[in-house]
């Protein structure tokens, strides 16, 4: 879990880096659940052989794969209001798929807390978290999004 704060420190967060995420391994077999899941079974992510054809040389993640795993990624790295009854995923601003995620690649999430906004009558929070995707040994993230989750305090 994340680190905890009151909502009067949030504010102080704003343009600060959260958490970083420990490195998540993206291989074969999570590629393809996520395939049979979706029903989407391009062959550029489920078979290796023709992959190994492309400019990629590989099987890649597909990219909603990527988005997917921000849930998992960001638990640890995103801040935790004390006092919040439950948060819940209220989409994104901006999502944009910058490199591929090759099989075996390790990934992990850098985040940073991008904006706080009143709702309800203070009742509730809508937090934008600016969440880099990172690629172990690769200049280029896979993506980098803008997340808004919903707080709703007790």
């Given at each position: 879990m994340g680190k905890t704060v009151t909502k009067e420190e949030l504010n102080s967060y704003i343009g600060k880096e959260t958490g970083v995420s420990d490195w998540f391994l993206i291989d074969q077999e999570r590629i393809n659940q996520f395939a049979d899941v979706t029903g989407d079974h391009q062959f550029i992510h489920v078979d290796p052989e023709a992959a190994a054809k492309t400019p990629f040389g590989t099987t890649i993640a597909h990219g909603f794969l990527t988005?997917?795993?921000?849930?998992h990624?960001?638990?640890g790295s995103m801040l935790t209001v004390d006092g919040a009854v439950m948060g819940v995923n209220y989409g994104t601003d901006k999502v944009r798929f910058l490199s591929p995620v090759k099989v075996n690649s390790e990934i992990r999430a850098r985040v940073k807390l991008a904006d706080v906004t009143e709702k309800a009558g203070g009742t509730r929070l809508l937090l934008k978290n600016e969440i880099t995707i990172e690629i172990k040994d690769e200049k280029h993230p896979a993506l980098v999004a803008e997340w808004l989750t919903m707080v709703f305090l007790g």
């Open positions: 988005l997917s795993m921000l849930s990624l960001g638990e």
